[in-house]
């Protein structure tokens, strides 16, 4: 593992190939798939609700509410966004049944990287 990050995983078809260090919810985080960079933070909305907001290219793409982060559709209508939800299931973020059923029958590869962010003084 990168001495810059504090977790890392890789997920080739759907199973884990590599696992390293202590991955922490609430810190930002990024989902890499296809050439593509998720970023992904837990803040709080306009509403003063608690969400994972999920950035491409600098543009917020989608906020995920309490209690199950899920998107406003079923799993198999994520589109684009399924590498990012199958991370995020992996995670234990997601915790919608539905989401969770459909990506132990699905494969999806991706990488998710957690930076440091807290070190000690």
Do not use: W
């Not at 202590?22 to 798939?33: L, Q, R, S």
């Not at 699905?106 to 807290?118: D, E, G, I, N, R």
């Amino acid at each position: 593992m990168s001495e810059q990050y504090q977790y890392e995983l890789v997920v080739d078809g759907g199973c884990v190939t590599n696992e390293s260090g202590v991955f922490f919810k609430p810190a930002p985080f990024v989902i890499a798939f296809d050439g593509q960079s998720i970023a992904v933070t837990f803040r709080r909305n306009d509403h003063h609700e608690v969400v994972y907001a999920v950035h491409h290219d600098n543009q917020l793409v989608a906020e995920l509410e309490h209690p199950d982060y899920v998107a406003n559709v079923a799993p198999d209508q994520l589109g684009s966004l399924t590498p990012v939800f199958a991370a995020l299931v992996q995670l234990r973020i997601t915790a919608n049944k539905s989401y969770q059923d459909f990506f132990e029958a699905h494969s999806v590869s991706y990488t998710v990287k957690q930076p440091k962010f807290l070190t000690a003084v």
